[in-house]
């Protein structure tokens, strides 16, 4: 089983910077795509970014140019580097896994609060 444990949450100003950690306890490279998710409170889950195997990046139209994903496969650590942060961005973020074989396995960490407000 896939374990994913998420760490960098916090509080920080509108404007501010912040950067999360997804940890996995296997080989990140054995997925087909990493990504982060985030729930704000009331509303959906909802993507936020995604790395391919292959370094491909896709992001939600309401972080791009704010938000990188990385990923760094000896660590088995994928990152998110929130640039310029809005109060909209206050929400849980999500690290995600996903493996597409007979079917997709979608593996989920616990979350890490994320505030933003002065």
């Known amino acids: 089983q896939v374990r994913l444990v998420e760490s960098g949450g916090g509080l920080v100003q509108p404007g501010g910077s912040l950067g999360l950690s997804c940890a996995s306890s296997?080989?990140?490279?054995?997925?087909?795509?990493m990504g982060w998710y985030r729930q704000a409170p009331g509303k959906q889950r909802e993507l936020v970014a995604v790395i391919t195997s292959s370094g491909s990046t896709n992001y939600a139209d309401s972080v791009k140019g704010r938000f990188t994903i990385s990923r760094d496969n000896g660590k088995n650590t994928v990152y998110l580097q929130m640039n310029s942060l809005k109060p909209e961005d206050t929400a849980v973020y999500y690290c995600?896994?996903?493996?597409?074989?007979?079917?997709?396995?979608?593996?989920w960490g616990q979350g890490t609060q994320v505030t933003v407000s002065s």
């Open positions: 296997g080989s990140i490279a054995s997925h087909n795509a």
């Open positions: 995600n896994a996903k493996t597409f074989a007979v079917r997709v396995y979608n593996y």
